[in-house]
């Protein structure tokens, strides 16, 4: 059973960066895709982005493009997401996921979740 851990959340304002990790705890296992989703409180679970494990192509939610990039580190075996600039639309609980086929923008295509952590963003 893979579990992914996530780090990096917090309380932060409006315009600074901030990175989020993922920790898988196995080092080998079915990753065709990885990926962030993210929920604010009422709402749904929301696709943010995601990064193909075998070449690192990346793809984003239009919400956040230009302000979040998604890397992988093979020798760590983490992957980040890097905020640019946030905004208090940003406010979410944020999940790394794992998913095994050619889907991947929604919550229902993926395989494995992580627990999540709090990002806040004043203003």
């Known amino acids: 059973q893979v579990m992914l851990v996530e780090s990096g959340g917090g309380v932060v304002t409006a315009g600074d960066s901030l990175r989020l990790s993922c920790q898988p705890s196995e080092r080998t296992f079915n990753r065709y895709y990885m990926g962030w989703f993210r929920q604010a409180p009422g709402k749904e679970r929301e696709f943010v982005g995601r990064i193909r494990w075998r070449d690192g192509t990346t793809y984003y939610a239009d919400s956040v493009k230009g302000r979040f990039r998604i890397t992988r580190d093979y020798a760590s075996n983490t992957m980040s997401l890097q905020i640019a600039s946030v905004e208090p639309e940003d406010t979410a609980v944020y999940y790394c996921?794992?998913?095994?086929?050619?889907?991947?923008?929604?919550?229902?295509?993926?395989?494995?979740w992580g627990q999540g952590t709090q990002v806040t963003v004043s203003s």
């Open positions: 996921a794992v998913g095994t086929t050619l889907a991947f923008t929604s919550a229902s295509d993926v395989s494995y």
